[in-house]
């Protein structure tokens, strides 16, 4: 049966700024495919400054149409940025995951991943509005992996590598805020071993 791929999420998820064959999802479906496994990426509906809200009002109802049977989500950056409490953040965020999971035939054809830090980018801090960026992040991902864990679902915790950015220009776009092609790539590779075991076990 193939395997219909349909990743949500935001900047991070459409890879803002890359062309196609560097944005993450694209390299995780071929580097599956390469493995054997019979997989499509059905569309990267992603866009760059969504929130959660904007994830349930304009990304799910494509998700719904589509029916993929395997999905990933990386989300909620945006919505510490524009101030979102932690209450309404995780009312969101369960909702979302309790809604990719019904077309899905196991918790582990939906992969979660952290959000990155982004302070350590040249143009991060402008973001902060007086917060620590890096407190309040993790505490988003604290909210992420319990809201994954209620479910079984695996999460990939990218939040390490974003630290990799900080001085280093070959890691961050030219934009001076998002990650470059390298940086996609590393999280890439975090995400593929996650993603062929679940999709191989019987």
């Not at 569309?43 to 029916?67: C, F, M």
């Amino acid at each position: 049966m193939k395997i219909r791929y349909l990743p949500l999420g935001d900047s991070y998820t459409i890879c803002e700024g890359m062309p196609e064959q560097d944005r993450w999802p694209n390299i995780l479906t071929e580097h599956l495919k390469e493995k054997g496994l019979d997989i499509e990426l059905v569309a990267n509906p992603a866009v760059t400054g969504w929130t959660t809200q904007d994830l349930i009002d304009k990304e799910l109802p494509l998700y719904r149409e589509e029916r993929p049977n395997f999905s990933t989500l990386l989300i909620g950056v945006n919505d510490w940025v524009q101030g979102v409490s932690t209450d309404d953040f995780r009312k969101n965020l369960a909702y979302i995951m309790d809604e990719m999971l019904k077309p899905l035939s196991s918790p582990e054809r939906l992969i979660v991943v952290t959000i990155p830090d982004f302070s350590v980018t040249p143009e991060g801090p402008q973001y902060s509005r007086g917060r620590n960026i890096t407190e309040g992040l993790k505490a988003f991902n604290e909210i992420v992996k319990e809201e994954a864990e209620k479910r079984e679902l695996d999460v990939v915790d990218i939040f390490p590598s974003s630290l990799n950015m900080k001085g280093k220009a070959e890691l961050v776009h030219t934009d001076g805020l998002h990650p470059s092609a390298i940086e996609y790539a590393n999280w890439e590779e975090l995400i593929l071993p996650v993603a062929y075991s679940n999709l191989t076990a019987k």
